[in-house]
């Protein structure tokens, strides 16, 4: 308790909102305890979840959060492998805001595992199920959190003045970039990929053999966006300049590739015969509009427009619309348009709430906190450039 | 609307394979399953709805009964973790038809829970029976989700919860008995032998009797077979059984995962290889223009 205290009256003294900061510790306390709960008492005395919901909130969050987070291999693309120098302001805080996320995935996950005590099962060879995507997805988690790992490793390298690990790490930044896109690639899809086996399931407005496709779309758009939203409010929060130019780059690759998705989506309805479904299924038509309509065309309008790619303004309000509109996808395809095998309905337990909200505030507070005491941002005078 | 869906997937389907395969004939991943192992004939037309079967079920697999709130009875709603098969009265609205349906595992010949399972736990026997490894089990639910016809059920109630399903009384075939339910059938509704011989049966039956049953044998061709084959006197979506293509919906899950993962990775890696080189050769160029022009401007000066 002493040392929160201290830490928090030294994050205080810098000028950061102490209501704000108490509310998140208390979220992520509070997060804490009903995860603790949920691992003693197993999933049916602290969810809501039943033979007819067999999946929740819980796979929402993770399949929201791992698009989001693909921030990090956007940005890490862009500088390292492209070379693009101007970028490397950004890469930190992206890939620590990716890390994070990717963290409190793998913790959701573990939530969500009924048998979560045999998690190490997935890693036992003799096991594998090279056909399962929840295979694939597995092996993506736990190697793709590795690489963020060794990405984000610097930062505390540096901070630590461990110079013989930075000079292991540092040749080798090209080869673990390389290998995170690589993986982030086959995670992405591979969410989509899992929906595949599930024709039946799935309401055609979303199922179609490109799902792989569509979900890996999604998640650069997103990630993009990420990059965005995430560069608006830490630099302005850490009170850095930052310059505008780099975002209004961003935002013109994300509104070519809304339209590419754009034209995926509408291509694949019509040539499905389906384009009807768009208005003939009642709240469902409602709920895929409303996805296309905030997470696609506002965004693609919006980013189209040159005087909002310049604005911060803009910029984050275009880049929240594509994150809403992601999370309105990432709860229909798991859970809002899959058909329920049973007629319970489904509307999740405080618990579920507490562990998805305290998560998602325990990862501000360590973004926050490794901010400050890691050189996360780059320096005040560096960043003029 | 399914047709359609259905020719666009087998276009997609064919196009992704296309594009993995060439020109290459390759075995397909989703053909090397037994088609002829054992199956179990359901007589909606015989069936007394008496629910022999069900607690024979029960007693033999050691599952408790889930009685109504008067506890007269073991009064099942729904498949359970408790109750791996379950009798059901279909009555379609408006009609004065009605019929019993058995409901259980279909054993499926491309089961979609073996395909979705990440660590294996569940399997196909050689007798075509869809088996479930608990040790291995990690509770992700994948099955049952994937599963068409709902039918893998969790122990909810438990801290550390297995998935819990017919067996098709694996342990009965292994020791030459037959499952626990068609034995205790009293009245010949439900019919247990080799897959082949009866489907045999079963077109026998609408032959022989003109007008007592759909002409359809329900399982024989649904999602490329499934071992429990239903004749009914209703249409079977009216009986309470999903209307199901021949195309196993295994298939594309495990043409993707069989050819597209290495694929996409493949080509990932190699664009990455290649963007990568491309902008360090072009940087070294023009890092060796400038030294030059550097020099020249020496020279001059």
Known sequence: ?385 | MTIDRRSFLKLSGASLAGAFLGTKQTTPVWAARAHNGVAMLYDATKCIGCRACQNACKEWNGNPPEPDSIGLHDAPRELSADTWTLIQLAKPEGSNEWAFLKRQCMHCLHPACVSACPVSALHQTEYGAVVYEPKRCIGCRYCMVACPFGIPKFEWDEPLPYIRKCTFCIDRLEEGLEPACSEACPVGALTFGKRDSLIAEAEARIRNNPGRYVNHIYGKEELGGTSMLYLSPIPFEKLGLPTLSPEPVTRLSEVVATYGTPSLALSVASFLGGVYYWFTKREKELQAKEAIGQEEREVES
Not at chain 1, 105 to 129: A, E, K, S
Not at chain 1, 141 to 159: D, H
Not at chain 1, 165 to 191: F, K, N
Not at chain 1, 278 to 292: C, N
């Open chain 1, 1 to 385: 308790m002493n040392a929160v205290d201290k830490r928090k009256g030294a994050l205080v003294k810098k000028g950061t909102l102490p209501v704000g900061y108490f509310v998140l510790v208390a979220l992520a306390a509070l997060g804490l305890v009903a995860g603790i709960v949920r691992l003693i008492n197993g999933l049916g005395a602290t969810t809501n979840l039943s033979d007819s919901y067999p999946w929740g909130l819980w796979i929402v969050y993770d399949v929201f959060f791992i698009p989001f987070s693909a921030g990090a291999f956007m940005i890490s693309a862009i500088t390292h492998i492209y070379n693009r120098e101007e970028y490397h302001c950004l890469a930190r805080p992206v890939i620590l805001a990716g890390f994070l996320g990717y963290l409190f995935v793998v913790v959701v996950l573990l939530m969500d595992l009924g048998r979560w005590h045999r998690f190490y099962n997935v890693l036992i060879p003799w096991y594998w199920n090279p056909h399962s995507f929840m295979f694939e997805v597995s092996m993506c988690v736990t190697l793709y959190t590795g690489i963020l790992v060794m990405e984000i490793a610097p930062a505390i390298l540096e901070r630590l003045n461990l110079k013989k690990l930075l000079g292991i790490i540092r040749p080798l930044t090209v080869l673990i970039a390389g290998a995170g896109i690589v993986l982030s690639s086959l995670h992405q899809s591979s969410l989509g990929s899992l929906f595949l086996l599930m024709p039946y399931k799935l309401h055609p407005l979303w199922w179609t053999p490109l799902l792989p496709l569509l979900f890996f779309t999604l998640a650069a758009i997103s990630g993009l966006s990420m990059v965005i939203f995430v560069a608006i409010l830490s630099f302005k929060a850490f009170g850095r300049r930052l310059k505008l130019g780099l975002l209004t780059d961003i935002a013109r690759i994300v509104s070519i590739m809304l339209g590419i998705y754009l034209v995926l989506k509408i291509g694949d309805l019509l040539l499905a015969g389906e384009i009807g479904l768009v208005v003939s299924e009642g709240w469902i038509s409602v709920l895929f509009l409303e996805e296309m309509i905030i997470g696609v065309v506002v965004p693609l309008i919006l980013f189209s427009m040159r005087r909002v790619r310049e604005s911060a303004y803009g910029l984050f309000w275009g880049a929240a619309c594509v994150l809403v509109g992601l999370a309105v996808n990432r709860a229909s395809v798991p859970l809002l348009a899959l058909r329920a095998s049973g007629g319970d309905v489904y509307f999740p337990h405080w618990i579920e709430f507490a562990v998805a909200v305290g998560s998602i505030a325990a990862g501000i507070l360590m973004f926050v906190l490794a901010a400050r005491f890691l050189p996360v941002f780059p320096e005040p005078k560096a960043d003029a450039h």
